[in-house]
């Protein structure tokens, strides 16, 4: 298990814009079907050697490799039909999910959580919107995705848009 603090809430639509209600944590994601491991990773003086794709884990079709600069965004969007794994290779990312899955156990349910140690990979089912930012540092992440890139399966939401509680608000 990553150690790791995930801020567990709900967003709330006012007009146009997604506020977040967080009201608790947990030590692993909550979203059905997301899960957050790590990669085979090895240290040491020369290098950071991450193995991102094997036989163990299901590596999808597409592969590519995005660079965040301090402060961005990417994605916020989900997908119709892909499911993707992103890898952090450097850097500090905060991971933003909301699960847009109709009839999902958890449909509506916000996880915000940051990961900075190289090799941690985070599982994203078809139909859970993400974004990921670069937390203060330059972030290098590694996406490996279940199928090749379609922009009419990008579904846009702007959860980079959403300005988080310090920390959850009181129930």
């Known amino acids: 298990m990553v150690p790791m603090r995930a801020r567990i809430g709900r967003v709330d639509t006012e007009g146009d814009l997604l506020v977040p209600r967080l009201d608790g944590e947990s030590e692993a994601p909550t979203l059905f079907g997301v899960a957050v491991t790590q990669a085979d990773t090895f240290i040491d003086e020369r290098r950071v050697l991450v193995v991102s794709y094997n036989r163990r884990e299901p590596p999808g079709t597409l592969g590519y ?6 402060g961005y965004h990417v994605g916020d969007h989900y997908h119709h039909h892909r499911e993707e794994r992103i890898v ?3 850097g500090r990312a905060e991971f933003r999910l909301l699960d847009q899955r109709n009839g999902s156990a958890t449909q509506g349910v916000l996880n915000v959580f940051t990961l900075d140690y190289p090799g941690c ?3 994203i089912p078809t139909g859970v919107a993400h974004s990921v930012r670069a937390d203060g540092t330059l972030s290098v992440l590694q996406v490996l995705a279940s199928c090749d890139y379609d922009p009419s399966d990008d579904v846009h939401l702007a959860l980079s848009a959403m300005t988080l509680p310090d920390r959850a608000d009181p129930a």
């Open 88 to 90: 952090v290779l450097h």
């Open 65 to 70: 490799s995005v660079v965040v600069q301090p």
């Open 121 to 123: 990979c985070v599982r």
